[in-house]
């Protein structure tokens, strides 16, 4: 008997393609006598991992012809510090898109300082009034990692309306806006969480689920509806396992899927994508 396996749905190749997009958008930008798209980032504090997304993000600017530059403030700093330097940012019109790295030192409330981004600067797509617009279906950023999983099912050209989606995790980054989009996509949108009973009912009547927890391999291809396309955004550290490992069970559930996104490979390289993408358009004066 022939063993069925699912096809990949390969972040690298689509965001690479979707980059290399972008740089070609931004070099007849710059041939037509305009300015490059400017992102700046907010760093504060000394967290290592925020220090290597921020790394990771000018670098992608760089090869995109983007234009970065950090500003970083002591994890001492107050909140009238961080929202100053966020208003300053709003107010340069050299800069295209803000992006405040989170997490934020723990004494600074994350929000008030999130939404001091304007939103025709908010690239990233978190602040309160971006995540509104989604909601009200008026002109706002999407949020990267959303959107990127969205990008990836177009670009595959797998179906969005009609079908049932199926999101595990409700995290404002991550959960409730891919939902959203979904939705907006007319398909029908279930919302699972830590405190839904039974998520394999639910699971079983998915056309498209969308893993978004923080645990490693929780959803086993036993759970997955033959022919379902899985996407799988976790990110997770198993102790004596290389890499890391998704919310999905790759190797049982490649079996049961159409389609699947690989843990790495997958969803993560989108969200870089995504981020030079929204900063071009914001750098031209529009949102899509
Ligand atoms: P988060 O804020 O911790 O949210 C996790 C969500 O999963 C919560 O809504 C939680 O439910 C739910 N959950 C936790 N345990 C569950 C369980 N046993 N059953 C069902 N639901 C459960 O995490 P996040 O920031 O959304 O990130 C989720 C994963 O995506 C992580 O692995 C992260 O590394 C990854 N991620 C990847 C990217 C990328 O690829 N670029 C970007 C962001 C995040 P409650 O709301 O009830 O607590």
Known sequence: MTEVRGQLLDGTITARALRNEVAREVAELVKSGKNPPHLAAV?????????????MKQKACAQAGIVSSIHTLPSSCTQANAENLVKSLNLDPSISGILVQHPLPSHLHETSVLDMVSPEKDVDGICRASLGGLINGEPAFPSCTPAGIIELLD?????????????????IILGKPVAVMLLNRNATVTICHSRTPDIAKHLLNADIVVAAVGKAEMIKGSMIKPGAVVIDAGYNKVEGRKGDVGDVEFETAVKVASYITPVPGGVGPMTIAILLRNTLRASQGRFS
Request: no cysteine.
């Open 43 to 55: 760093l504060i504090g000394d967290d290592p991992a925020s220090h290597t997304y921020v790394g």
């Open 155 to 171: 670009r595959y050209s797998l179906p969005i309306e009609g079908k049932h989606a199926v999101v595990i995790g409700r995290s």
